[in-house]
């Protein structure tokens, strides 16, 4: 019982965290247990668990005698969150070119040939494909660094909702410059240059800073 107990919440935990990240739930929304539980089919004990634990990672906020709501963040919050972004993923961009395999290469091209596949195309459906590539992207440049201590200090920071969801405040012109920084990784990566990829990857955070904050 207690197994079943367990992976109910797990469950739960990723349902909710994965909703979040996608935007599902805006900023502010309230969240139940009742609402959870109903939409996944299961009691309000595991929902109860994951959303304490959601809490304990940023995702939601616990305002005592008010209720669960999804993290807001301020302009300040958002600046400092993509600058911790920027020096872990830069140095992690950094590292991975020295250790990245002719394989993860080659699968990085492939994701981003279909990040890339609908062009710089605005409409919420191509958004959306393109946050869960991209996500697998930065994933795959993360694993390639082998560099466990800092990829553990980076993913709360990269999984943040609000860093998933930087996509959907790029012009045109902007996403089409995200596409070029990630070639230009990849490039990088293909010459083994520590300095490059770190500078590359450092642009591209930067670049995603000011999108989110103009």
Known sequence: MEHKSVSAANQAYAYV?????AGDYPSGTRLTEWM????LGTSRTP???????LVGDGFLKFKPNVGTFVETWSAK???ELFDLRGLLESEIAGKAAARITAAQIDRLTSLQDQIEANG?????????????????FHQLIAQASDSERLVSMLTNAIEAPVVQQT???YSQAQLQ???HHHRELIDAFRMGDSTWA???MSCHVRAGRFAMLA
Request: glycine share 6%; hydrophobic share 45%.
């Open 77 to 79: 919050e958002i600046g």
């Open 198 to 200: 770190h500078a590359a």
């Open 47 to 53: 929902v109860r668990e994951a959303m304490r634990r």
């Open 17 to 21: 965290r994965e909703r979040l990240i």
């Open 177 to 179: 410059r995200s596409f």
């Open 120 to 136: 710089p195309d605005l409409g919420h459906d191509n958004l959306a494909r393109i946050a869960i590539l991209n996500r697998d």
């Open 36 to 39: 959870i539980a109903g939409a």
């Open 167 to 169: 996509f959907r405040r």
